[in-house]
C-alpha cells in the first residue's frame, strides 16, 4: 500500500522498523540516498535484507532534470529531446526513445533497482512542472514515442509507469507548490491528453501515477482521490488492469484531502494500490494510517519487480550499451543548439 522515502545513504535504525511495517510494500530514492554506485547496491541490499525480497525499489529517473542517480550512471537527456527529434526524423526519434528507455532501465536494473516512475506522457503544453520532462505537445506524437519507450523498458527488464493521469501538461501550475484546477471538458482531455495514456496502456505498461489535478468538469476532487478518473475513466474506458500509484502526499496539491491521514485514505478509497510517502516526516502518520487496511491486489504489485538483470560488469562490456550511449548522449549537444 505504501512506498515510502528514507533520510539518507544508509538505513536508519527507526527505518528497520518502518519497512518491516504492514502495508510498506516499497521504497522509493532519491538524490539524498545516492552516493555511488556501490553505495546504492548495498542500501538497496539493506533494504531488502531488512524488508524481505519482495520489498519494491525505485526511483525517479527520467533524464535531463529529473535524474536521482548520476555518479556511474549514464547522463540521460531530457524526453523533449527526443521529441524535437521527430520533427527531423521520426523513426530516428522512435528508435531514441527505445534505446533511451533501455540506457536507464538496464542501469537501474544492474544496480538493483526495480523501476522508474517513467515515462513522462503529459503533453508539453507549458506546465511548470512538466516541461522538458514531456515528448511532445502532439498527443499522436507523444503517444508513439511512449509506446517506443515502454517497448524499451520492457527489453531492459522493468516494468513501465505512465504519468501523470490523466494528464499534466496543460494546466499552468506546479502541484508541489499549490493547488492546479484544470478546466477543460472532459471530451478536450479525451481527445488529447488520454490518447498518449491510452496507447502506453496497449503497450502492456504496468502501472499509472495519478496526478494531483483537479477537473472540475469530471470531478471536483483531484484525480488521486477521484473513483471516476480512476475506477470509471482509467479502468473502465481504458481498460486498465495494472497498478494505480499516487503522486507525492506532502506535494501542496495533495491538501485537498487535508492531514496525512486523509490524503492516504482519500488516494486508497479512489482505487489507489501504492500511496508514496516520500518524506521521512510523514511516514510514521502514513504507516499509522493504513493499520488494518486490506492490501492491494498482490498480482498487481508483483508485475512492479524488476526481472533478472546483467551486472554492471556485463554491460560495460555491451558494445550495443556504447552505441546506444553514443546516440541518446549526442541529443545533449541538439538541445543545447535548439536552447541557444
Given at each position: 500500500m505504501l512506498m515510502i522515502g528514507l533520510a539518507g545513504t544508509t538505513l536508519a535504525p527507526?527505518?528497520?522498523?518502518?519497512l518491516t511495517a504492514?502495508?510498506?510494500s516499497g521504497v522509493i530514492l532519491?538524490?539524498?540516498?545516492?552516493?555511488?554506485?556501490?553505495?546504492?547496491?548495498?542500501?538497496v541490499d539493506a533494504i531488502r535484507d531488512v524488508g524481505g525480497e519482495d520489498m519494491l525499489v525505485a526511483v525517479d529517473q527520467e533524464g535531463g532534470p529529473v535524474q536521482r542517480f548520476r555518479e556511474g550512471f549514464t547522463r540521460l537527456p531530457p524526453l523533449s529531446a527526443i521529441g524535437s527529434e521527430y520533427a527531423r526524423d521520426a523513426e530516428n526519434a522512435i528508435r531514441l526513445a527505445e534505446e533511451h528507455a533501455w540506457?536507464?532501465?538496464?542501469?537501474?536494473?544492474?544496480?538493483?533497482?526495480?523501476?522508474?516512475?517513467?515515462?513522462v506522457v503529459d503533453l508539453a503544453r507549458g506546465n511548470a512542472a512538466i516541461g522538458?520532462?514531456?515528448?511532445?505537445?502532439?498527443p499522436v506524437i507523444a503517444a508513439e514515442l511512449a509506446q517506443a519507450y515502454v517497448r524499451g523498458m520492457h527489453l531492459g527488464g522493468m516494468a513501465a509507469v505512465l504519468k501523470h493521469f490523466p494528464g499534466h501538461g496543460s494546466v499552468a501550475v506546479d502541484t508541489h507548490k499549490a493547488a492546479a484546477v484544470d478546466p477543460r471538458p472532459l471530451d478536450t482531455i479525451r481527445r488529447d491528453d488520454l490518447v498518449p495514456f491510452a496507447e502506453g496502456i496497449a503497450a502492456h505498461a504496468e502501472a499509472v501515477m495519478v496526478a494531483h489535478v483537479i477537473y472540475p468538469e469530471v470531478d471536483a476532487q483531484p484525480a488521486g482521490f477521484s473513483r471516476r478518473w480512476i475506477e470509471g475513466i482509467l479502468r473502465g474506458e481504458l481498460g486498465f488492469n495494472g497498478a494505480v500509484i499516487s503522486d507525492d502526499i506532502s506535494m501542496a496539491a495533495a491538501g485537498a484531502a487535508g492531514d496525512v491521514a486523509g490524503r492516504v485514505h482519500a488516494h486508497l478509497d479512489a482505487g489507489c494500490d501504492l500511496v508514496l510517502a516520500c518524506f521521512p516526516n510523514v511516514v510514521d502518520e502514513a504507516?499509522?494510517?493504513?493499520?488494518?487496511?486490506?492490501?492491494?491486489?498482490?498480482?498487481?504489485?508483483?508485475?512492479?519487480?524488476?526481472?533478472v538483470a546483467s551486472t554492471w560488469d556485463g554491460l560495460l562490456d555491451n558494445p550495443q550499451r556504447d552505441r546506444f550511449i553514443a546516440r541518446i548522449t549526442a541529443l545533449h549537444a541538439v538541445e543545447g543548439s535548439s536552447a541557444a
Open positions: 527507526a527505518e528497520h522498523a518502518w504492514p502495508g510498506v532519491f538524490s539524498r540516498n545516492f552516493e555511488s554506485r556501490e553505495q546504492l547496491m548495498a542500501l540506457v536507464m532501465s538496464s542501469e537501474l536494473r544492474a544496480s538493483g533497482v526495480d523501476f522508474s516512475f517513467a515515462p522538458p520532462r514531456a515528448f511532445h505537445a502532439d504507516i499509522a494510517a493504513v493499520r488494518g487496511r486490506a492490501a492491494a491486489a498482490p498480482e498487481r504489485l508483483a508485475a512492479l519487480r524488476g526481472a
